[in-house]
């Protein structure tokens, strides 16, 4: 009987830094390290990129201490397809330098064979790949609140909003492998200009930027005095917002009130076709707790179909103070086995 | 070997009639029948109904002419619950009398046992019960167009606008059983009055009666003289609505045009989220076409997330001129199997 412990390989790959570390099962975390993702910003750069990672991800490995089976590796990245197991037209990566475009290379070519390519490092151990907000959904069933449930939904409040979604125990990757850009319903026809083209995303209103953006309409809709008229647009940000929120700032507070409004009605509407136990929030906006949290719920229920009144809970994810980007990437050799 | 034809029940519970068919697994229905509901509308009808309707499943039985061995009973109904096997508050069956609401009997309670008290007449013959939209999307997977397909919606455009959608090779039911109820997202907030108490609904505006108050809507904001104009609401039906497009009343027309619209915008957004490879469009308003697919794709499109531009077919249902009430309940049992 082998008893050696198994562990596997939790990467997050980000616009700036690419962390990993080797969890268990339970999700204890033996080592963490991290690599920049910024150095290697252009398309020739990838190859060079694969092998910085491979080599400081084996000397991790040589850093445990013990002897361990790794069995699998786990990894999370912007526009990475599950099924192809390939990042595909990342908007911060690995992009072509005007030369290259200039000689022809079209942007939509990008498709890097991520999954293969680190697999060359590490033969014989299966790799899986999805974006972040698929591998803290996994994460949070993994280890998480959502232990045991068959239906739920995640939401990834940073940045931009990212979302999973579990049915039957299974995730939805969609046909095409990229379901869940629950960020892009549209929540205001017409409204806000959204990064993907369109207008009036729920990414526009309900991310760190779009709370943002709420602030400076507020502070040409409402008339109190308020610190925030002292900021300009770059200089605000999604925490400072927080911080003058719980000092009662009225213009700060409605900032939430409005962000959770937006959010409680694309719930609701999403609740009728996909009925989950419950809802989990994660991310930067989340840790505005019940600032956030009760505007969601209540503007949810208000405008919820009778039939799932009262019945989904929403629940703040339990690895938000964890590391959850490592642990969701992790999750999903354990979710495969 | 056991070399006997299997067969399988399929029942339609519908409001005014239940009809019932004996099917084999490619959907071929070798004997029809059916017995009224509306004769049993009275909560107190509820047992006898039961009783006559297994009788009459007898005699069909009696009548095939040939031994088979029934393998189960699948059952399309209102306000049917998959996983406990009830049909929960029907709005237009088995209702109290008003004596019975005097005497405290409450609405809420009105909760049967259907699976449980048609088994009692057919032993050991497994019964599987869901909503008549979730019935015709398991027809449309096991019979129809959907066969093979992993991940895709069914819409069905009848009195409501049912929908089902198919995740992983599975329906999603939720984890209350009653998931799909895609009718019930809000296309125009504060908008059109719906059954379901709430305003703006996507079924006030894309059923047939939707289409309706749309025709009279547009009587109001277009000048056109138009036949229309002679009929009362009572009068107008969506099947003389498309009578008057095909023939170019300007009105009528555009009646499709909205109403494809509506629909469109609605899924463009749950694209986003579930990624289906196909959508289907069933029920009677789907008789009309292009003149109603058209602007459904249209508008899809126009308003697609570019990650799935063009990648998301739209199709008529397969089961269109088909027996499909049937079959999508027969087919409960073979999917189940």
Redesign the interface.
């Known amino acids: 009987m082998n008893t050696m412990k198994k562990l596997v390989f939790g990467i997050d790959i980000g616009g700036t830094n690419t962390a990993f570390g080797l969890v268990d099962a339970k999700g204890e975390i033996f080592g963490e390290s991290a690599i920049s993702t910024k150095s290697y910003m252009k398309y020739d750069d990838y190859p060079r990129y694969i092998e910085d990672l491979a080599k400081a991800m084996k000397t991790l490995i040589d850093s445990v201490g013990f002897n361990f089976e790794l069995v699998g590796i786990g990894i999370g990245a912007p526009n990475a397809n599950y099924y192809q197991g390939t990042i595909e037209i990342p908007s911060n990566m690995w992009k072509y330098s005007d030369e290259q475009i200039a000689a022809g290379m079209r942007e939509e070519d990008r498709n890097f064979n991520f999954a293969e390519d680190l697999g060359k490092h590490f033969l014989n151990v299966p790799i899986y790949i999805t974006n972040d907000a698929n591998a803290a959904t996994i994460g949070e069933m993994v280890y998480g609140g959502a232990k045991g ?3 739920f939904i995640m939401i990834t409040l940073g940045t931009g909003v990212g ?1 999973g ?1 579990v ?2 125990g ?1 995730m ?11 960020g ?3 929540v205001e ?1 017409g409204g806000r200009e959204c990064g ?3 207008k009036g995303c729920l990414e526009a209103y309900a991310s760190a930027t779009g709370i943002k953006r709420t602030a400076f309409e507020l502070m040409a809709t409402m008339s109190d005095p308020s610190p925030l008229r002292e900021y300009t647009y770059d200089q605000l940000e999604s925490a400072i917002l927080y911080q003058y929120a719980v000092k009662g700032d009225p213009i700060a507070k409605e900032c939430f009130r409005v962000t959770g409004q937006k959010l409680g ?1 694309a719930l ?3 609740v ?6 419950a809802i989990f929030i994660f991310g930067g906006l989340a840790k505005a707790g019940d600032l956030i949290m009760n505007p969601i719920k209540w503007y949810m229920e208000e ?1 919820m ?4 009144k009262n ?2 809970k929403v629940l703040p994810s339990e690895l938000q103070n964890k590391n959850a980007a490592i642990l969701g990437a992790s999750a999903l050799v354990w979710q495969a086995k």
């Open positions: 449930m068959k239906d979302s979604f049915a039957n299974e939805i990757y969609g046909h095409d492998g990229f379901a869940g850009e629950f892009h319903v549209i026809r993907c083209g369109r009605y609701a509407d999403i009728t076709v996909t009925s989950p136990e405008n179909l009778i039939t799932f019945k989904v």
